[in-house]
Structures are given as C-alpha cells and as structure tokens.
C-alpha cells in the first residue's frame, strides 16, 4: 500500500504563488499516473491536474491551465504541484490520488480512477 503525504498548503493573497508536494512511501509510485484533486467547503471534490508516469505527459482543469503545473521526481517520489495566480476560489483543502492504471485523459478527472490517496493540505486564498 503506497502512502502519500501532501504539504506546502497555507494562507496566500490573491494573485500569490504557492508549491504543493506529494510525497509517496514506496518507489511502486514510479510507474503509477499521479493526480490532484481539491475540495472546497461544501462542494464535491474536484479535479485539478493529473501526470504520467514519466512526468512528459500532463492534463489540466480547464480552471487552472494556464496557471497551475503539475510536475514529478521519481528520484525522490514525489510529485509537485505549481500554483500561480492563485484566486479566492481556488481555496480549498488540495489532495494528492495515484492510478496504476495507464495516464488515460480525460478519464484522469474521475476520482474513481484513482486507487490511493493522501489526507490532504489547506490551502486559503485570500482576497
């Protein structure tokens, strides 16, 4: 069972940067396709970005491409999540999942493809 635990979550301004990282237990999340989700305050989970395996093939919400980039190290497994330009509406707490099954978009947007996740970390955008 592979384990992930994210952090660099916090309290930013509106227009302000932040890094994300998910870091995994077991090298096996090498060749597994990496997501990540977030969760507002009574809202369903949604998706944000999703790489492969390799890290040379990615795929974004259409709400933060262009802004967000998802991005991995295998030597040191663990997968990042760039936030640019962040908005009010982008707070929420922010979840990283792994797939084994193949990088497979647009099905990387469904949770139900994703076979673990981590507890998550609060990032808070304010305006």
């Known amino acids: 069972q592979v384990q992930l635990v994210e952090s660099g979550g916090g309290l930013v301004q509106a227009g302000g940067s932040l890094i994300l990282s998910c870091a995994a237990s077991r090298r096996t999340f090498l060749t597994d396709t990496m997501g990540w989700f977030r969760q507002a305050p009574g809202k369903e989970r949604e998706f944000v970005a999703a790489i492969n395996w390799s890290g040379d093939s990615t795929y974004y919400a259409d709400s933060v491409k262009g802004r967000f980039t998802v991005s991995r190290d295998n030597n040191k497994n663990t997968v990042y999540l760039q936030m640019n330009s962040l908005k009010p509406e982008d707070t929420a707490l922010y979840y990283c999942?792994?797939?084994?099954?193949?990088?497979?978009?647009?099905?990387?947007?469904?949770?139900?493809?994703?076979?673990?996740w981590g507890q998550g970390t609060q990032v808070t955008v304010s305006s």
């Open positions: 999942a792994g797939s084994r099954s193949g990088f497979t978009p647009p099905t990387m947007a469904f949770a139900v493809k994703y076979d673990y």
